[in-house]
């Protein structure tokens, strides 16, 4: 069965700095999809950024970043120039891809990260 | 273009009532999932719909809980009777399947059971 670990239940930084969030899965499967997500302080989840197990290259977009370790079975969310605004709690999800018929997506229990001023 | 819609944004209910919660997925996406969402069990999948198809129904979930899919642009999901352990936040999503399967999730109801 898949399972997704952020270790990480809080992490504060201060403003303009760069954080890394680590999260660890695991799988039977050798393709999969790895999602991060943010949820604000409204309660609304919205989509950043996604990796394909097959594509050795980190995905990046805006001023996040991943850092992919396949042998490690780990994704890490790295955001550069922190905003006040990106105070949020962050998941991590994966979904297998050979073999599975489904869109479902298995979330982490997500990490709270503060921004100081 | 429209992204996932809720209704109500939030909810209250005596116990033993029985609540609709509605979602419309974003136009096109044919994958549609409803969560409930709590600070210890976190996210949580209730129901998985393909194009009006029930992929999965959460097993803990069904005795009272039951969504349908009425056409590929409405979905509701019915609890009956609500108890206080029910309080909690619903979430819809939806994606598309054959894509790239990153779901996009609605703004939640927030369903308080007294």
């Known amino acids: 069965a898949q399972k997704v670990t952020q270790t990480q239940t809080s992490i504060s930084v201060m403003e303009k700095t760069t954080v890394t969030m680590d999260c660890v899965y695991e799988t039977q499967d050798s393709s999969y999809f790895l999602f991060w997500y943010k949820q604000t302080a409204s309660g609304e989840i919205v989509f950043l950024i996604r990796?394909?197990?097959?594509?050795?290259e980190n995905a990046t977009v805006g001023h996040y970043s991943l850092n992919f370790q396949k042998p490690k079975s780990s994704i890490g969310l790295i955001i550069t120039a922190t905003q006040i605004e990106d105070s949020a709690v962050y998941f991590c999800a994966m979904r297998e891809y050979t073999g599975a018929n489904t869109g479902k997506l298995t979330f982490g229990h997500g990490t709270i990260l503060r921004v100081h001023p | 273009d429209a992204g996932v819609t809720q209704t109500p944004r939030h909810e209250v209910a005596e116990k033993g009532q029985t609540i609709i919660l509605k979602c419309e997925p974003v136009?096109?996406?044919?994958?549609l999932f409803w969560y409930r969402q709590t600070k210890i069990q976190g996210l949580e999948l209730l129901s998985y719909?393909?194009?009006?198809?029930?992929?999965?129904d959460g097993g803990a979930f069904k005795d009272r809980f039951k969504a349908e899919m009425l056409n590929s642009s409405f979905s509701t999901l019915k609890i009956q009777p609500t108890e206080p352990k029910d309080s909690a936040v619903y979430l819809c999503?939806?994606?598309?399947?054959?894509?790239?399967?990153?779901?996009?999730f609605g703004p939640g109801t927030r369903l308080t059971v007294l």
């Open positions: 990796q394909d197990s097959y594509k050795k």
């Open positions: 999503a939806s994606s598309f399947w054959g894509s790239s399967y990153e779901q996009y």
């Open positions: 136009s096109g996406h044919n994958d």
């Open positions: 719909f393909r194009s009006k198809s029930l992929m999965e």
